[in-house]
């Protein structure tokens, strides 16, 4: 009996510059799993394909309209008429205020434009799935924006009660190491990485890498 097809997961892209915007086509496409149904430059264009192609996730590459420009409309525009569509932010502007906004307007994830391909790859994975993700250097902003919401008061679950190895893989992650990185640095394999990965979301109640990065990096700061 032949095994049903694996479904793509299916991206529209929204760009300004062209040759940005080919670029995270072309780049996006290498993954055999990932294909780019369509792409537009501007949120208008971009919404009525959306509407039309129905894709599984949104990137907005912001950045290049000048300062006074933010993708955080964009994010609101397709969110009011497609609010279960995941979208992520990949923009040059990291500082924490963007970053905010984007957040507040419904993104569910935010990159740098300097990642590389594995890690834009494995985000649109983990962004498909509905999880938040950002790249740990973004993770002040989402500190921030809870410390904001909570008047201080800190949410984050404590990390102590994980064993050392799970403290030390916990901690990696929060410097934004991929699980190969992970298990080079501590000399195990890539599936024990994993499981450990596992327990830690366990034992902190938290769902994805950035959930359990944020805790890292909240509890340093206690």
Request: aromatic share 4%; charged share 25%; with cysteine.
């Amino acid at each position: 009996m032949n095994k049903p097809l694996k479904r793509k997961i299916q991206l529209f892209i929204i760009c300004s510059q062209l040759l940005a915007r080919e670029g995270l086509i072309l780049l996006t496409q290498q993954d055999e799993d990932i294909k780019v149904v369509g792409d537009a430059a501007d949120d208008e264009a971009g919404v009525a394909c959306i509407d039309t192609l129905q894709p599984d996730v949104v990137i907005v590459a912001d950045g290049w309209g000048g300062e006074d420009c933010s993708c955080a409309d964009t994010v609101k525009k397709i969110k009011a008429y497609h609010p279960h569509i995941p979208i992520l932010v990949v923009s040059p502007h990291v500082e924490n205020a963007r970053v905010h906004m984007a957040l507040a307007a419904g993104a569910n994830g935010y990159l740098p434009m300097g990642i590389d391909i594995d890690e834009l790859v494995r985000v649109l994975y983990t962004v498909n799935r509905g999880e938040l993700t950002l790249h740990p250097s973004l993770l002040p902003a989402i500190l921030q924006q809870l410390e904001a919401e909570t008047g201080g008061k800190s949410t984050a679950t404590n990390p102590d009660d994980l064993t050392p190895r799970e403290r030390a893989i916990l901690s990696a992650l929060s410097r934004g190491l991929t699980d190969r990185e992970i298990a080079q640095q501590l000399f195990i394999s890539v599936r024990t990485v994993q499981s450990h990965l596992a327990h830690i979301y366990e034992k902190l109640h938290v769902h994805s890498r950035t959930e359990a990065a944020l805790i890292a990096v909240q509890h340093k700061h206690e």
